[in-house]
T-cell receptor, first 114, second 114 residues
Framework: QQQVKQSPQSLIVQKGGISIINCAYE??????FPWYQQFPGKGPALLIA?????SEKKEGRFTISFNKSAKQFSLHIMDSQPGDSATYFC?????????????FGTGTRLTVIP | GAGVSQSPRYKVAKRGQDVALRCDPI?????LFWYQQALGQGPEFLTY????????KSGLPSDRFFAERPEGSVSTLKIQRTQQEDSAVYLC????????????FGQGTRLTVV
């Protein structure tokens, strides 16, 4: 059973546009929600993360929006660039209990067209 | 080293062969994780170490999978009697301490069982 559901599976955006990737979860014990970026042949790298005590976190062109009541969170990439073309994974974890088992979504392959 | 190092990068095994995958975490990192990433999927948790103690092995798919970290640094994931369904990228990640959930991933070992 997929603990974290991610959509869309793939996304094509024009340079300068906004990329939006959505995730949903069921387990209310999750309290840490990171996004990872993965380039071909590389391991995932942490992009940005949020905890449920805030509804939004912004770092540069990347913003996470978090809706605790709906159990949904999303990644917005503003002014998308060709270098952003990669696979993006949302994930969830129960950080406060000391658990370190990240549950990943199935990934979104983003292509930014110049 | 500067990051998490995994070896070999690629491994081709004949069905039934035993394999050993190595992970060198970032120096001083207490926590170490193994994940399995099937083609086109998100990573799935296999096992977690805190120093030399294996605290969670709930993700290991069968008793053919075994992991160890005897001195609390380098870890080895061993797969006995490999099967075709074991073909995947095996990712290792480490983090500085038990409560810190930012996991730094290696590039992975791509295992192909023929």
């Amino acid at each position: 059973q997929q603990q974290v559901k991610q959509s869309p599976q793939s996304l094509i955006v024009q340079k300068g546009g906004i990329s939006i990737i959505n995730c949903a979860y069921e387990n209310t014990a999750f309290d840490y929600f990171p996004w990872y970026q993965q380039f071909p042949g590389k391991g995932p790298a942490l992009l940005i993360a949020i905890r449920p005590d805030v509804s939004e976190k912004k770092e540069g062109r990347f913003t996470i929006s978090f809706n605790k009541s709906a159990k949904q969170f999303s990644l917005h990439i503003m002014d998308s660039q060709p270098g952003d073309s990669a696979t993006y994974f949302c994930a969830a974890d129960r950080a406060q209990t000391g658990a370190n088992n990240l549950f990943f979504g199935t990934g979104t392959r983003l292509t930014v067209i110049p | 080293g500067a990051g998490v190092s995994q070896s070999p990068r690629y491994k081709v095994a004949k069905r039934g062969q035993d394999v050993a995958l190595r992970c060198d975490p970032i120096s001083g990192h207490v926590s170490l994780f193994w994940y399995q990433q099937a083609l086109g999927q998100g990573p799935e948790f296999l096992t977690y170490f805190q120093n030399e103690a294996q605290l969670d092995k709930s993700g290991l798919p069968s008793d053919r999978f075994f992991a160890e970290r005897p001195e609390g640094s380098v870890s080895t994931l061993k797969i006995q009697r490999t099967q075709q369904e074991d073909s995947a990228v095996y990712l290792c990640a480490s983090s500085p301490d038990r409560g810190n959930t930012e996991a730094f991933f290696g590039q992975g070992t791509r295992l192909t069982v023929v």
